[in-house]
C-alpha cells in the first residue's frame, strides 16, 4: 500500500528578552546553576508575576510576520502538573486567547512550494532543568531557565514529508531571527520542536494515529527522527498492528524512536486563568506601531536578491533564511560590487570555512569588508580564483586585507603577455613528446589536451599567470605548430 | 495604657508622653504574660520590635517622624517578613523564613511601624474558626472557649485582649470581617486590588485581600493610609490615586442612603443579632441617614460559587508546596513521587488537603464547565447584584456574622456548618467590593458586628460612617472582662 505522512509541528521559540517573562531575573545562557532565579523563579510563598511586555511586543512582531490575526486580549493560563523543574507547579501559558491567531507561512522544497498553515502562536514560559548526572542518584535542579519566555508556534497538519517539516522549522527559524526575537541557538535550546507524525494510505481523507515526538533541537534530526518514526509506523500498520497515541523519544545515536508516556498517563492540566495576571489588551495603535519596525522578512529579501541581484531561487533562498548571512552577503555585495561572485564566496568558501570550525556567520573571523576586497581582486585579475583561495585562507588564519597579503606573499597575477609567452614557449620546448600527441590528435579532441600545458604554465608561474590569458596564448601557439 | 487606641498611642508619641520604646515594651510584656490564654501569636519578634522601637524613637528626636513612626503593629503570620518564621499556620511552613518583606510589611516599616509578632491563623487562611492552625486554635477573649473567628483569629484576638494596638489581616471570604465582629473589634476589607498582595501567601489570588484590624474605625483609616496603594509587583493591585482615609471621618453622614438586604435579615440570622442590626441602622438614622430595603437575590448563590472558585485557585497556588525548595520535606523519600505525596500528606492539615481536594477536581477536564465555569458565571450575576443596588443606595448595611462565636471543636465535624458562617462576607469577595465589620452589640456577653459595605474604592465612605456610628457609639471601646 502507498502511504502518506501527515505532519504537524510545536516550535518552542526562546525569546530573545533581557529579562524573564514574569520577573526581573536575567535570561543569559551558561551561568552557574540558580544563579539567575530571582524569588518570584523559586516561586518564594508570596511572590506574583508581573509580565514583561517586551515579550509581548516581540510575539506580536511574530504574528505580523506570519500575517496573523493578533489577539486584542490575549489570557495567561495556569497548566498545573507537578515536575521538580516547575517551581509553581503550574506552567504559565496561554490557551483559549492567545496572542498570535491563524497564520501561514509558505516553503519550497523539490516537490514545489506549499503553503504551511500556523493555527496559533502562544506566549509561555519555559522550564528550569533537571539534571541527573553527578548528583549520586539524586536530581539536581537549575532553575536559571525557568521563567525564560517562549512563544509556543503550533502549526497545522499541513506537511506531507519530513524535508518539508524541516523546511518548515528553517522558515520559523529565518523568520524569528530574522525579527531577531530569537537568536537562533538550536544547541542551547533556543528553539526546540515537537513533530506530531501520523500515517494514512494515500488518497485517504481521515488522519491517522499520531505520535508526538519531543524536543528535536535540529533540523537534520527533525527529518531523521520523523523518517524513523514513519517507518516504524509502516512497519507496525502492514505487520497487522495499530499506532497508539502516545509521545516519544527521539534517540538520535540510535537513530530510533522509543515511547515516553502514552495518552492514558497525559496529564489532566487542570487549565485556568491565572487570576495574578490581568488580560493583556493591545489596540491597532500599538500592534501598528510593531509593523512599523518589522525590518525586512527572508520571503521579501529573498525576492529582492533574486530581482536586485539576479541570484538563482536557491542561492536567494539559501542567502536570506539567515539574517546574519543575508547582512553578511549584501555587505559583501556593497564592498565587491558582484553579486553573483558574492554569493558563490558566501556560499562556498566561506560557509565551508565556517562549517568545519562550527562557527556562526557573527563570529566569522574573515569580516565581509575583508571578503568584499578579495573579491575585488579577483573582478580586476589582480589574481585568480584559486589564488584567492589561497589568500583566503590567509585571510582566515592570519588576518589581514585581500592587498597586504597579494603583496606579502607577491601572489599578483601575471598578466604581461610578453612574460607569458616566455613561460609557454619553455614548456612547449620542454614537452615535445606531448606537443606530438597534441599535433596527432583530432582538432576537436586537442581542446581536452591544452589543459597538460596549462598545468605546466602554471607550475612555472606559481599559479600567479591570468589563466584567461595562458589559455588563448597557448592554443596560438600550439595551434600554429600544426599548420 | 494598653487600652488606648492606636490613634491615642499615635498622639502620645507625637507629645511625648510616651516612647516608642516603653510602649513596645508594654506591650511585649503583656503578650508574654496572657498570650498563653489567646495563642493569638505564633511567633513574636521582641529583639526586632526594640531595635525598631529605639529607631523610631531616634527618628522623632530628630524631627522625622510621621504618623506612624512607632506604632506597633502585628502582621498575620501570612505577610512575608524578611528573616522571620511565616508559616501561614501550616506545618509546611513552620521552618520557612522569608527571604523578603511582603509590601504591605515594607510599608509598614518604612512608615516606621513597630513589628510585635507574626499572628495565628488558620492553615493557609482557610478557615473561620482559627482551629486548623497548626499552631493550635486561638482562643477568643470574650469567652476563651470560642473561637476568634478565622482566618485572622489571631490578629483579632490580639486587637481585641489589647496585646497589639492593631494587626494586619487578609480576607478571602470574610476572614477579616468576621473574626472582627466574633472579637468585638474593626476590620476592613478594602476593594480588590486597594493593597499589594505581593508577599502575602496566596489562598485564592482573585479573593486575597489585606487590610486592617483595629479597635476602631479611626486607627483602621491610620492603618489603610499606610497599606493601600499599587504596587508594581502585583498586577492586580489598582494604579487609582490612594485617599487620604482620614481626611473624611469626620464628615457628616446627613442623607446617606444605605440600603439593607431583605436576604442578609433573614431566617439564617440569630434574632439576636438581627436586633442588634436594626439597633445599629436607628443610630445612622438618627445621624440623618435614609434605610431602605434592597435585594441581593443571588447570596445563597455565594456559598457554592465561593467554594468552587477558592478551592481551585488554591489548589494550583498550593502546589508551589512539594518538599523540593522550601518547607517541609518527608524524610528520605524513596522517589519524587514518594517525595510529592508524603510531603503534602504530612505538611498539610485536614481543611487544607480537603479543598485542595474539592479545587482539583472542580478543574478537572470533564467537570470545569459545570463547576469553574458555572461559579464564574454566578459571581458575575451577584457583582450585577450589588451594580444594581449601588444605582439606589450608597452603602449596603447587614449583619457580618449569622451567630455570634461558636464553641471550639463545635462545627469540626460539620464544614459545611462552618461554611454557612460567611454567607454574609464571601459575596463581597466575589464581587471584589470593599466591607467592614463595626461592632454593634453583644449577644449573651458575645459581641457582634455589622458590616458596611461599599461601592468599588469607596473605603473613605465606609470608614467615614464607621466612625460618625463609633463617635455616638461606644461598643468599640468595650472589652472582654479583665482585659
Given at each position: 500500500?502507498e ?6 509541528l510545536?516550535?518552542h ?17 551558561g ?6 532565579a ?8 508570596g511572590?506574583l ?9 516581540m510575539?506580536?512582531?511574530f504574528?505580523l ?29 496561554q ?21 504551511v498553515r500556523i ?5 509561555e ?32 497538519p499541513?506537511m506531507?514529508?519530513s524535508?518539508?517539516?524541516s ?11 530574522t ?7 538550536m ?19 481521515e ?48 537513530n ?35 509593523r ?7 520571503d ?17 533562498g539559501?542567502l ?35 562549517n ?11 569580516n ?10 579577483i573582478k ?17 588564519s592570519e ?27 619553455e614548456?612547449?620546448?620542454n614537452?615535445?613528446?606531448?606537443v606530438?600527441q ?26 600567479k ?19 | 495604657?494598653?487600652?488606648k487606641?492606636l490613634t ?40 526586632i520590635a ?18 506612624y ?32 518583606d ?61 496585646l ?24 476592613i ?6 493593597v499589594?498582595r505581593?508577599g502575602?501567601?496566596?489562598?485564592a ?9 483595629a ?12 497599606m ?17 482615609y ?5 464628615d ?14 433573614s ?60 518547607g ?7 522517589d ?8 503534602r ?18 478543574l ?23 451594580l ?7 452603602l ?9 462565636a ?10 459545611v456548618s462552618m461554611?454557612?458562617?460567611d ?13 467592614m ?9 458575645l ?5 458596611l ?20 457609639t ?10
Amino acid at each position: 500500500m502507498e502511504w502518506e505522512t501527515v505532519i504537524g509541528l510545536e516550535i518552542h521559540v526562546q525569546l530573545s528578552t533581557q529579562t524573564k517573562i514574569f520577573s526581573g531575573a536575567s535570561t543569559a545562557f551558561g551561568a552557574e546553576p540558580n544563579t539567575q532565579a530571582c524569588a518570584v523563579d523559586l516561586a518564594l510563598p508570596g511572590t506574583l508575576p508581573v509580565f514583561n511586555e517586551n515579550a509581548q511586543r516581540m510575539a506580536i512582531m511574530f504574528g505580523l510576520a506570519i500575517n496573523a490575526e493578533i489577539g486584542k486580549r490575549a489570557v495567561f493560563e495556569r497548566k498545573n502538573y507537578f515536575y521538580p523543574d516547575l517551581p509553581k507547579g503550574y506552567q504559565t501559558t496561554q490557551l483559549e486567547k492567545p496572542v498570535v491567531g491563524e497564520g501561514y507561512v509558505d516553503i519550497t522544497t523539490d516537490d514545489g512550494s506549499r503553503r504551511v498553515r500556523i493555527h496559533h502562536a502562544h506566549l509561555e514560559e519555559d522550564a528550569g532543568k533537571s539534571l541527573h548526572e553527578d548528583f549520586h542518584g539524586m536530581s539536581g535542579i537549575d532553575l536559571n531557565r525557568a521563567g525564560t519566555p517562549l512563544i509556543e508556534i503550533v502549526s497545522e497538519p499541513d506537511m506531507r514529508t519530513s524535508k518539508e517539516a524541516s523546511e518548515y522549522a528553517r522558515k520559523v527559524h529565518a523568520i524569528v531571527t530574522t525579527l531577531g526575537i530569537c537568536d537562533g541557538n538550536m544547541a542551547e535550546g533556543s528553539m526546540r520542536c515537537d513533530c506530531n507524525v501520523s500515517i494514512r494510505p494515500k488518497g485517504q481523507e481521515e488522519y491517522g494515529t499520531r505520535t508526538e515526538l519531543k524536543n528535536i533541537n535540529s533540523f537534520r534530526f527533525i527529518e531523521r527522527a520523523i523518517d524513523t518514526e514513519v517507518a516504524r509506523q509502516i512497519d507496525l500498520i502492514e505487520d497487522g498492528g495499530t499506532v497508539v497515541q502516545e509521545t516519544r523519544l527521539y534517540d538520535p545515536d540510535r537513530n530510533e524512536t522509543r515511547s515516553m508516556r502514552s495518552k492514558e498517563d497525559a496529564n489532566d492540566y487542570r487549565y485556568f486563568p491565572c487570576p495574578d495576571l490581568l488580560p493583556v489588551v493591545v489596540d491597532d495603535e500599538y500592534v501598528e506601531a510593531i509593523r512599523a519596525t518589522l525590518p525586512e522578512l527572508p520571503d521579501a529579501r529573498r525576492e529582492r536578491f533574486i530581482s536586485e541581484y539576479s541570484l538563482s531561487e536557491y542561492d536567494a533562498g539559501v542567502l536570506s533564511a539567515y539574517r546574519p548571512q543575508a547582512d553578511y552577503y549584501e555587505a559583501v555585495v556593497a564592498a565587491s560590487k558582484d553579486a553573483k561572485l558574492a554569493a558563490n564566496w558566501v556560499m562556498g568558501e566561506l560557509a565551508k570555512n565556517l562549517n568545519a570550525n562550527d562557527t556562526d556567520i557573527k563570529e566569522s573571523p574573515v569580516n565581509a569588508e575583508q571578503l568584499g576586497g578579495l573579491l575585488q581582486r579577483i573582478k580586476d585579475n589582480t589574481i585568480s580564483g584559486n589564488i584567492a583561495k589561497k589568500v583566503f585562507e590567509h585571510m582566515w588564519s592570519e588576518g589581514g586585507t585581500a592587498d597586504e597579503i597579494i603583496e606579502a606573499k607577491g601572489l599578483k597575477q601575471v598578466t604581461d603577455t610578453g612574460a607569458i609567452e616566455k613561460v609557454i614557449d619553455e614548456v612547449i620546448a620542454n614537452s615535445t613528446s606531448q606537443v606530438e600527441q597534441y599535433k596527432a590528435a583530432e582538432p576537436d579532441k586537442r581542446g581536452k589536451m591544452i589543459g597538460f600545458f596549462m598545468g605546466q604554465v602554471m607550475k612555472a608561474t606559481g599559479g600567479k599567470a591570468n589563466p584567461g590569458a595562458v589559455t588563448g596564448l597557448l592554443k596560438k601557439k600550439l595551434d600554429a605548430l600544426c599548420d | 495604657m494598653h487600652t488606648k487606641s492606636l490613634t491615642e498611642l499615635a498622639a502620645d508619641l507625637a507629645s511625648g508622653a510616651v516612647s516608642s520604646t516603653e510602649l513596645t515594651q508594654a506591650y511585649l510584656d503583656r503578650i508574654a504574660a496572657l498570650d498563653s490564654q489567646y495563642n493569638s501569636f505564633i511567633t513574636t519578634t521582641p529583639e526586632i520590635a526594640l531595635a525598631q522601637a529605639k529607631a523610631a524613637d531616634e527618628a522623632r528626636a530628630a524631627g522625622q517622624a510621621g504618623t506612624y513612626t512607632g506604632l506597633p503593629i502585628a502582621h498575620k503570620d501570612l505577610f512575608c517578613t524578611e528573616g522571620v518564621r511565616t508559616s501561614c499556620g501550616s506545618k509546611m511552613l513552620d521552618n520557612f523564613e522569608s527571604p523578603y518583606d511582603a509590601t504591605v510589611v515594607a510599608k509598614f516599616k518604612a512608615a516606621g511601624a513597630v513589628m510585635l509578632g507574626k499572628t495565628n491563623m488558620d492553615e493557609f487562611a482557610m478557615g473561620s474558626s482559627n482551629e486548623s492552625s497548626f499552631y493550635g486554635a486561638s482562643r477568643n477573649p470574650w469567652d476563651t472557649n470560642r473561637v476568634p473567628g478565622g482566618s485572622s483569629g489571631g490578629s483579632a484576638a490580639a486587637v481585641a485582649a489589647r496585646l497589639t494596638p492593631a494587626a494586619t489581616g487578609s480576607d478571602t471570604g470574610g476572614s477579616i470581617r468576621q473574626p472582627a465582629a466574633l472579637c468585638g473589634i474593626t476590620g476592613i476589607k478594602p476593594t480588590y486590588g486597594r493593597v499589594s498582595r505581593y508577599g502575602m501567601v496566596a489562598y485564592a489570588s482573585s479573593l486575597d485581600q489585606g487590610g486592617p484590624m483595629a479597635q476602631s474605625a479611626e486607627d483602621c483609616a491610620l492603618m489603610l493610609n499606610v497599606m493601600a496603594g499599587f504596587d508594581k509587583m502585583d498586577s492586580t493591585s489598582s494604579q487609582r490615586d490612594v485617599e487620604d482615609y482620614s481626611a473624611k471621618l469626620n464628615d457628616s453622614i446627613s442623607g446617606l442612603r444605605i440600603g439593607v438586604p431583605k436576604e442578609y435579615m433573614s431566617d439564617d440570622l440569630d434574632p439576636l443579632i438581627a436586633e442588634r442590626v436594626q439597633a445599629g441602622i436607628k443610630e445612622l438614622e438618627k445621624l440623618g441617614a435614609t434605610v431602605k430595603e434592597i435585594s441581593l437575590p443571588r447570596t445563597r448563590m455565594s456559598i457554592p460559587a465561593y467554594y468552587i472558585i477558592a478551592p481551585a485557585e488554591a489548589s494550583s497556588n498550593l502546589s508551589r508546596f512539594d518538599g523540593v525548595r522550601y518547607g517541609h520535606r518527608c524524610e528520605n523519600p524513596k522517589d519524587l513521587m514518594d517525595l510529592y505525596t508524603r510531603t503534602r500528606k504530612e505538611g498539610f492539615g485536614a481543611e487544607v488537603k480537603r479543598r485542595i481536594m474539592v479545587g482539583t477536581y472542580a478543574l478537572c477536564a470533564g467537570y470545569y464547565d459545570a463547576y469553574y465555569n458555572k461559579a464564574q458565571q454566578i459571581r458575575r450575576l451577584i457583582q450585577q447584584d450589588f451594580l444594581a443596588a449601588f444605582n439606589e443606595v450608597d452603602l449596603i448595611l447587614g449583619p457580618t456574622t449569622p451567630h455570634p462565636a461558636f464553641k471550639i471543636g463545635e462545627k469540626n465535624n460539620d464544614p459545611v456548618s462552618m461554611y454557612m458562617e460567611d454567607i454574609f462576607t464571601l459575596s463581597l469577595n466575589l464581587a471584589g467590593l470593599p466591607g467592614m465589620s463595626v461592632p454593634c452589640g453583644t449577644v449573651e456577653g458575645l459581641p457582634v458586628g455589622m458590616q458596611l459595605i461599599g461601592n468599588y474604592f469607596d473605603e473613605a465612605r465606609l470608614l467615614n460612617v464607621a466612625h460618625q456610628f463609633q463617635q455616638v457609639t461606644d461598643w468599640h471601646k468595650q472589652t472582654p472582662a479583665g482585659i
